[in-house]
């Protein structure tokens, strides 16, 4: 206990306070003029039972609710298609190589130069070892 | 409920003007919570029940008295200073009287000197259990600090 809760008690019990003789009378007899008012059923809490139940009432009522919009709602105008259209064909032809040529071609040109820088290198190896 | 008489005595004490205002409380408390008895609900404790009609009644004695105690309690007339023993420094519930609001009051009353739960409390104020806790928090630190002012101060006095 810390020394705020003790001195709180400690105060507490110095308010010395007596329910005098006559208090005492005038409150019994105060009470045995009433009646205690006839009991009354304590309502429960809610109950597992009520959120289910409300539960399906609130998914009902929206269900019945989308059902009389769709009911009133005026039905759809079919609308002339004529023939479907082929996607495959109607979609462009690219090119992909033309692409792929685009993007590789400087690594190609990287590729050659090395190979070039290796075969000389590789000569002048067998130049200087007299091969 | 016999028991019961001299704790709430001495809370509704602190609640009034005058000795009378609190005996009144006091009756009209035991009489409420003897003509409503069928209304208890048993999962609260009884105490916590008749605290609640308790705070209740010196909340509604004192919606005519919308002038604070320091103002208007001298120590003559004041029924609280009638009944503390003497003593070397301030009771401190004389100074949370004066420095904590009705309910913050009550709630540090119900917590320190009747040694109820925190959920008693928010149940007998009719708040919620955070509420509570914060301002029974808020109630400590002020009175925490008083207490250091007035040990301070008699130290600095001698």
Redesign the interface.
């Known amino acids: 206990m810390d ?3 003790r ?3 400690d ?2 019990d ?6 005098s003789d006559e ?2 009378r ?2 019994t007899a ?2 045995h003029a ?7 059923a ?1 309502r429960p809490g809610p109950s597992a039972s009520f959120w289910w139940a409300s539960t399906i009432a609130g998914v009902a009522a929206a269900a019945a609710l989308v059902a009389v919009v769709n009911w009133r709602a005026p039905a759809p105008v079919p609308v002339e298609t004529g023939q479907a259209v082929d996607l495959v064909a109607v979609v462009p032809d690219i090119d992909w190589k033309v692409e792929s040529a685009m993007l590789t071609s400087p690594l190609q040109k990287e590729l050659d130069d090395l190979q070039a820088d290796l075969k000389k290198a590789e000569e002048k190896v067998k130049q200087d070892i007299g091969f | 409920m016999h028991s019961y ?2 704790r709430l ?2 809370f509704l ?2 609640r009034s003007m005058n000795f009378a205002d609190a ?1 009144d409380a ?2 009209d408390t ?2 409420s919570a ?6 208890y ?1 048993p999962r609260w404790r009884f105490s916590t029940w008749l605290y609640r009609i308790a705070i209740r009644n010196a909340a509604k004695a004192r919606t005519s008295d919308v002038v604070p105690f320091s103002e208007v309690c001298d120590e003559d007339s004041d029924p ?1 200073l009638q ?3 003497d ?1 070397e420094t301030e ?3 004389v100074s949370a009287r004066r420095l904590l609001n009705d309910e913050v009051f009550a709630a ?2 119900l917590r ?2 009747e040694d109820m739960s925190v959920n008693d409390i928010a149940s007998a104020l009719d708040r919620s259990a955070s509420w509570t806790k914060v301002n029974l928090m808020r109630g ?1 630190r002020v ?2 600090e008083e ?1 250091n002012r007035a040990v301070s101060e008699s130290e600095a006095y001698g």
């Open positions: 020394k705020l809760t001195r709180l008690r105060d507490a110095n308010i010395q306070v007596v329910v208090l005492d005038r409150i105060s009470l009433v009646e205690p008012l006839p009991e009354r304590v | 008489r001299e005595l001495r004490l602190t005996e006091l009756q035991l009489i003897f003509r409503y008895i069928g209304s609900d609280l009944c503390i023993a003593a009771n401190l519930w540090m009353w320190y000197a400590r009175l925490d207490m």
